[in-house]
């Protein structure tokens, strides 16, 4: 039978790439996310469950994680749900920005591995990835409370992995660079997606969403014994952890 991954943050973006690329190599997929009616277009094209799920909430997350189980074994929990909120100085930064960037980036994927952790454990092949990001190893002025989040994001799979030796489940960190998303586009060009492609547009561009979920399944389909602990990806032309 097939392998089933969840992938989180699921409507846009490399979520939704990673639903794609993993449908595409048969496996059966949960996309979780909070716009139900980019989930629901999702299913229709892919044949992914979509379940609408806020990963800041307990009882969401707790449901996610019945609905999962209820469709069988698991295989595979992408915690890719997150982003940046704001970006400000450490000095001025807002203490609400960065509460809610801890909230989905650091508790959302602690929550949803939690959750999950059981049914990974229990299939017998189970596979943890967290996308974190080039700003989780190393920093930048104005990068705030989105660096210290995927920081502590970076130590929970560290940890995590460590604590899992000897158990059938792997830990995978997945740092992007500039991927041209909405987030991409929003945080760097307020927004306006044409600007940001023309910005980067070209062989010095910003990664796809696509080469990320490459990079995600391709560490998912190692061989399991095989770990890819970490894995940084930028774009040729981007030489800072910006
Ligand atoms: O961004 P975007 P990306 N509960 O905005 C979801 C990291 N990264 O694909 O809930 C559940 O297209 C949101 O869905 P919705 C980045 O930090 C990116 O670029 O419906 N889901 C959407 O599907 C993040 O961890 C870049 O609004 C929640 C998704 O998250 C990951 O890559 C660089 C949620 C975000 O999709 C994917 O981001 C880098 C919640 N509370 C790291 N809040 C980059 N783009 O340049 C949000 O280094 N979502």
């Known amino acids: 039978s097939a392998l089933r991954a969840v992938v989180t943050g699921a409507s846009s973006g490399i979520g939704a790439a990673t639903v794609r690329r993993l449908r595409a190599e048969g496996w059966d997929v949960v996309a979780a996310a909070r716009r139900g009616d980019r989930l629901a277009?999702?299913?229709a094209e892919t044949g992914a469950v979509p379940v609408t799920c806020d990963v800041t909430s307990d009882d969401d997350v707790a449901r996610l994680a019945e609905v999962v189980a209820a469709q069988g074994a698991v295989?595979?929990?992408v915690n890719n749900a997150g982003g940046?909120?704001?970006l400000d100085p450490v000095?001025?930064?807002?203490?609400a920005?960065?509460?809610?960037?801890y909230e989905v980036n650091v508790l959302g994927a602690l929550r949803t591995t939690q959750a999950l952790l059981p049914g990974l454990r229990a299939s017998g092949r189970g596979d943890v990835v967290l996308l974190t990001s080039t700003a989780g190893h190393g920093t930048y002025p104005g990068g705030g409370g989105y660096v210290a989040a995927k920081h502590a994001e970076r130590t929970i799979a560290e940890t995590l992995r460590l604590e899992l030796v000897g158990e059938p489940v792997r830990v995978i960190e997945?740092?992007?660079?500039m991927v041209a998303t909405e987030e991409f586009s929003l945080v760097r060009f307020g927004g306006d997606a044409a600007r940001a492609a023309?910005?980067?547009?070209?062989v010095d561009g910003p990664l796809t969403a696509d080469d990320v979920a490459d990079a995600i399944a391709w560490c998912l389909t190692r061989p399991h014994h095989v770990n890819i602990d970490s894995m940084v990806i930028r774009p040729r032309a981007q030489a800072s952890n910006t």
């Open 75 to 77: 295989h595979a929990l």
């Open 174 to 177: 997945i740092a992007p660079g």
């Open 84 to 86: 940046a909120l704001g």
């Open 41 to 43: 277009a999702l299913a």
């Open 97 to 101: 920005d960065w509460r809610a960037m």
């Open 91 to 95: 000095a001025t930064g807002s203490l």
């Open 198 to 202: 023309a910005t980067y547009a070209g």
